[in-house]
């Protein structure tokens, strides 16, 4: 009872500091911007079927946990091609298993870290700049990431800061709740602790294609707080090209895109060697960091709207798999398809209904390591019968009022860890969202 008071009085302060800070939002002519955010997610995990578990697994017994993040947004138009973006947050709450035994986290809520402690943090805060290269301009729907009222048809595209990159990279088919069938699960892209890097990206733009270049700093460790100065040796890049396509009057958007980790990663193949010559008798990957060593992939997908009523997407992700993660998802290889269907058949235009799938795999080296009974930063068994996590979400988002929406979403995660012997888990969610 006790934690359960003190979740709500988390709550209530939050939605208390987003209604004071943020009394009103811009509208289109306005050349400041504030607004205000309360994402709260509770979620429940019925007890599996776990014949063993490690340090790192996912809990086999019944539990539950939530979040609430308060997110304050504030910007102004400097000039016609000219914005400032800056937001705040502040996270408060618990993750199912403390974020460990799975590929991704089950909500990209939990991307800023609520175990850290209800402290006030940066979220995005960057420089918008563009730079026309054509005379016409369209109008663009503001939020609280695009603050220009008006862009050129064609352009660059210039933002440097603090980045969430999977604002800028990859395709995110909305609604959805699991990391991995959000976004492309292989992709390792650069996170501190609260999933955001320092960077830049640079964007070509025009009536078909949108090509970006990112280039990003790297933190010293997993998910740390520091980031590595060593840029020469230690950052991060990634490009993606978009190209947009028509079917029978419906838009669709076809991507592919690639990058590289340099960083402090352990090696997997090293720690072994030693460990098989029993010079260390605790195998530990971190013990095996190098500067400089890489970790690559590719991502890539494809999202069409179908009559209007219907998004339909289907993506891949793939990486080298030799050294460790550096970002929120531990996926060497992953495929992802779904899509969404918009309320309009029962007469709800806002609410939608999604039903998406996602089949995650480890190189293996990666598998030796953990069958090996080594720990990473989110899996750790003891012991590893291989085979890939596959998982299926199932959710409905519906519009309550103006500004206020909710959403239950039903997660089946078959083989948690990568494990055969563990699982299938069920996970159910509730995500409220209140804008003001």
Known sequence: MAYRRAVLWRCALLLAIVAIASPARADDAAWWWLSGELDVVGAAQPGFTSPYAGSNSLQAGDHAAGAAL???????????????????????????????????????????NALAGAIPFVGSAFVDQIIPLSASRAAQTRDALHLLRALPSRRLELRAGRLWAPDWFDDDPGGFSNAAIRHDGAWDYPADDRGYALGLVIEYA??????????????????GDTYDTHVNE????????????????????A????????????????????YDNMIISTLDVAQFRAAGSLHDGVFGGYDQQIAGMVRAFVGFSASNGDFESFGTNEIDNSVRFGGRLRGE???RPADDVGLGFATNGLASIHRLYLDLGGDTTRLGDGHLDYSRENLVELYYAARVVRDLDASLHVEVVDHPGYNNERGPATIALVRIAARI
């Not at 490009?239 to 669709?252: D, L, Q, R, Y």
């Open 70 to 112: 308060a997110t304050i947004s504030a910007g102004a138009v400097a000039t016609s091609t000219t914005a400032i973006v800056v937001s705040g947050q502040l996270i408060a709450g618990d993750e199912l298993s403390n974020g460990k035994g799975l590929g991704a986290p089950i909500d990209d809520i939990y991307v800023r």
């Open 345 to 347: 058949l029962w007469h």
């Open 206 to 223: 025009d009536r078909y294609v949108h090509a970006r270049l990112g280039e990003f700093a790297m933190t010293t460790t997993p998910r």
């Open 234 to 253: 230690d950052r991060n890049e990634v490009a993606e090209v978009a190209v947009h396509t028509c079917i029978a009057g419906w838009p669709g958007t």
């Open 255 to 274: 991507n592919l895109g690639g990058f590289v980790n340099h960083a402090q990663l352990g090696d997997y193949a090293e720690a072994i060697a030693v």
